[in-house]
């Protein structure tokens, strides 16, 4: 009869390497001289420059007399602290903010039991290089709070975790520090240690003689999402282990495992009394690494759709990869034998995480036309959605301003502006061959702008003009009449664009010196 005890026994000895800092002296030439040479001795505060740490040294080598230690003294020697174990003197060791000096010594050892150590733990990995032994104690949810970090236990020569309580804990990578998986541990140095972790089962026999053990050797699987990778440590797993290239690139199982081990071993005493863990010690951790993408498209589709609302493409879709963050800008396309009505989605803005779409959508151009730009011609926009725009004009400042609102007309021609009466027509937004006309104010010269081109009106806006939003809605060129926009390059205030459905009005103010800026937008009477 056969019993098993089971030791889940992670054993790590951290066999990294270190690099002692030696310092080596230039012999001096002889000189002869009728003098001896007389050398100024060196201060402690010059090469320990902690005070806490020179009375600890001190209560070791020197009786406690700072004034008798020199380096000298401390070649070849070393120290132990056990820290949280009924040794006041030793607990002082937490209050040392600056080790340098320690490197005097051949090595030094720390033990921590049930304290607080991250801080002090930090101050070594920047001052100190000669740690050998570190050894962990009871509850590490008390000595190391916010987990293990083994870039900092890699300074020691060993590390070992005795009788510790159950302590799931997690370590966050980044893309600094660890950004391509189908690399081995090894290769990617993220500890800078190697080594093996190892669940050890002991078989006994009735007299609890060892007979025998087995070691099977763990790997690390993850299992990949789109964008958010969770990576865990399972030594129970069956080692599934996916690679990618680069961040934000699609995962791929390649049914492998990691070429080495993790480089963490963990040296575990089964309990001493009931009140730890009955025999079996884990330590688990949870590595979560967020993928960042770094690219993104804009995908700009051409097409319009049919009666039965089903997209038909006109032209190739037009895909352009770019930087998340930056700008993008897409462009109308002139389709033959087609025109283009509205866009759905944004013509520029920026690249975000996921794929933009803009959507030129188009209108086949009719066979015999209507004519609607001959005023004797009616257009074919029903009446009961037209809306007319009025036209008001300031003789102060020569601004126009252009509003479907019968109350804004009436109210801003009670402030004096000239009454014009309607300019042209608009559409309701309700109409399915509704254009939107954005309209913008600037702050600084009271001027009205408007324009179909949303592009147009973020670039506008961009110059310091206050966005206003939709002003109305204008139909197709198939649909309309052209309203044409003249600038007037020598104004100095509002007034500078004028926009009217009277192709002699837009000639008249061309011939005073005006610029023709062609075709607005068109007016659906």
Partial sequence: MFKKIKISLFSIALLSTFSLATVTAEAEDAVETSLPTVRAAESIDDWMPDKTLQRMVADKYTGGDVSLLTPEILAGESIQWDIGQGYPEDDELLTVVDFTGMEKLDFFNISVTNTNFEETLDNIVKTANNLKYLHFYDNLNLTLPNGLDFSKLNM?????????????????????????????????????????????????????????????????????????????????????????????????????????????????????????????????????????????????????????GNWVSLADDVITPGLIGTDYTTTQKIIAGYTFVKVIGEPTGKYAEEDVTVTYVYKKKPSTPSEPNNPDTPGSVPDEVLLPVWRAYNFGDGDHLYTT?????????????????????????????????????????????????????????????????????????????????????????????????????????????????????????
Avoid at 177 to 184: C, G, L, T
Avoid at 257 to 263: V, W
Wanted: net charge negative; proline share 5%.
């Fill in 156 to 308: 020691a020569e060993q590390v070992f975790f005795w009788d510790c309580f159950y302590t799931p804990k997690t370590i966050t990578l980044d893309q600094n520090n660890y950004s391509d998986f189908s690399k081995s541990y090894d290769e990617l140095g993220l500890l800078n240690l190697s080594g093996n972790v190892v669940e050890r089962s002991i078989y006994e026999d009735d007299n609890y003689v060892p007979v025998s053990e087995s070691n099977p050797q763990f790997s690390y699987a993850y299992t990949p999402s789109t964008n958010d990778v969770s990576f865990s440590f399972d030594p129970e797993a069956a080692g599934i282990v996916y690679d990618t290239d680069l961040a934000g690139k699609t995962f791929t199982n390649d049914d492998s495992q990691l070429e080495s081990e993790p480089f963490i071993r963990l040296t575990v005493d089964s309990p001493e009394n009931e009140n730890k863990i009955d025999g079996d010690i884990f330590l688990h951790l949870n590595f979560e690494y967020l993928v960042a993408k770094t690219e993104s498209s804009v995908i700009a589709k051409y097409g319009m759709y049919d009666a039965a």
């Fill in 405 to 525: 609102s019968r109350d804004e007309y009436d109210w801003i021609v009670g402030l004096g502006w000239q009454a014009e009466g309607i300019a042209f027509h608009s559409v309701t937004p309700a109409y399915e061959n509704a254009l939107p006309v954005y309209r913008l104010y600037n702050p600084n010269s009271g001027e009205h702008f408007y324009t179909l081109s949303k592009a147009e009106y973020e670039a506008v806006a961009a110059e310091g003009w206050n966005k206003e939003g939709i002003g109305y809605y204008m139909v197709p060129e198939n649909l309309g009449y052209a309203i044409y926009r003249v600038f007037n390059p020598n104004a100095t205030g509002p007034g500078s664009h004028l926009f009217t459905k009277s192709r002699e009005e837009a000639d008249w103010l061309i011939s005073l010196g005006w610029e023709d800026e062609g075709i607005a937008f068109y007016s659906a009477r």
